[in-house]
């Protein structure tokens, strides 16, 4: 059974850091791109980052780009994503998944989803 283990989440106070961490398992770390969506409360499920292992390419929502930055890890199948000069605005529950090859923003093209950490940022 693939398993997508997040962790990583807590609670900071704008400007401050975070890192998460998607570990995967019972998957081919390489044939899949692994990212990050958030939750808002209220609000519908957005892409925030991806890294296709595939090709290396890498994909980032306008509104975290210069801030944030994802990188995988191969020896462990995890990737992280190192979040700098966080906002209010980034609070939201953060689901790492997993799509075949390349990075999607759909969120009904994912194939895997793990299960979601919850970042809080206080102003």
């Known amino acids: 059974e693939v398993q997508l283990q997040a962790s990583g989440g807590g609670l900071v106070q704008a400007g401050g850091s975070l890192s998460l961490s998607c570990a995967a398992s019972?998957?081919?770390?390489?044939?899949?791109?692994i990212g990050w969506f958030r939750q808002a409360p209220g609000k519908g499920r957005e892409a925030v980052s991806c890294i296709s292992r595939s090709d290396g390419t890498t994909y980032y929502a306008d509104s975290v780009k210069g801030r944030f930055t994802i990188s995988s890890d191969n020896a462990k199948s995890t990737v992280h994503l190192q979040m700098n000069n966080l906002k209010p605005e980034d609070t939201a529950i953060y689901y790492c998944a997993a799509h075949a090859v390349l990075c999607t923003i759909q969120t009904l093209e994912i194939h895997y989803w793990g299960q979601g950490t919850e970042v809080t940022v206080s102003s």
């Open positions: 019972e998957i081919t770390f390489d044939d899949y791109a």
